[in-house]
């Protein structure tokens, strides 16, 4: 028998089986967002980054054109259109 | 001169600041879309061997026995507008991943999330490390030990 033939005398190491672990989890946050209170008829939501109304309105009624409805019960807040910023609460009217 | 370089340079910063915090009406702006998690991070992480009602754990530790449930406690500060996905990778100290496990949470507001492991044979004593990652990147880690 050549060197090269030779086993090593110690035992295989065996690698611990994991196969047979449990987990789980829970939060205490939803797993969806939710709408964050009610005001009238509707709801109010607050701005996050990336935000557009046209992207609230198509979250909110599932029609991006009905931005102007947001615009138009928030034209207290919203002086533009164009600009809303992260952390505005804005009224989303018949939501 | 210099005086008036450095004021509009600081005019400029200022603007170019207000309009990448801004929103669009209707544009779609890559850079400012992050709305998968994207207010939310991982504030603390905490190993234990229970949890109290409010998903904390009773007594943080990093020393276990082979039968305790390994309990992860982790902390998100943030509101998302869209569900960000939590996920607490386990590996035995050769490498090996124990276990993977993931959950979507939508918080808003502080928030504690927990992901538990047990083992009905007992774990192997050794080193083990928990490996959290928000959205995909790595959110922190925390070594534990399992002693006879």
């Known amino acids: ?95 | 001169m210099h005086t008036r370089l450095f004021g509009t340079s600081i005019l400029a910063l200022t603007l170019a600041s207000v309009l990448s915090s801004a929103c669009t009406k209707s544009g779609e702006n890559p850079g400012t879309t992050g709305t998968t998690g994207a207010g939310v991070r991982v504030s603390q992480i905490d190993v234990g061997r229970s949890l109290a009602a409010d998903k904390t754990v009773n007594a943080n530790t990093n020393s276990f026995k082979p039968n305790d449930t390994i309990y992860a406690s982790i902390a998100t500060e943030g509101t998302a507008a869209a569900p960000a996905t939590l996920k607490a990778r386990w590996t035995y100290q050769d490498g090996q991943v124990v276990d993977e496990s993931t959950q979507m949470i939508a918080p808003t507001g502080n928030a504690r999330t927990e992901f538990h492991i047990s083992k009905p044979d007992g774990w192997p004593a050794g080193k083990y490390k928990l490996e959290v990652f928000l959205n995909g990147s790595s959110a922190g880690t925390k070594d534990v030990e399992v002693e006879r």
């Not at chain 1, 449990?22 to 946050?29: F, P």
């Not at chain 1, 509707?42 to 009624?61: F, M, N, P, Q």
């Open chain 1, 1 to 95: 028998m050549g060197i090269f033939d030779r086993k090593s005398d110690k035992p295989p190491e065996s690698r611990p089986d994991f196969s047979n672990v449990r987990s789980g989890g829970s939060s205490t946050a939803p797993a969806e967002p939710q709408p964050t209170g009610t005001i009238g008829s509707g709801r109010t939501y607050v701005v996050v980054k990336g935000d557009s109304l046209s992207k609230i309105a198509k979250r909110e009624y599932g029609d991006a054109n009905k931005w102007r409805a947001i615009y138009e019960a928030n034209k207290d807040l919203i002086k533009d259109p164009d600009l809303i910023y992260p952390g505005q609460e804005l009224k989303v009217p018949g939501a």
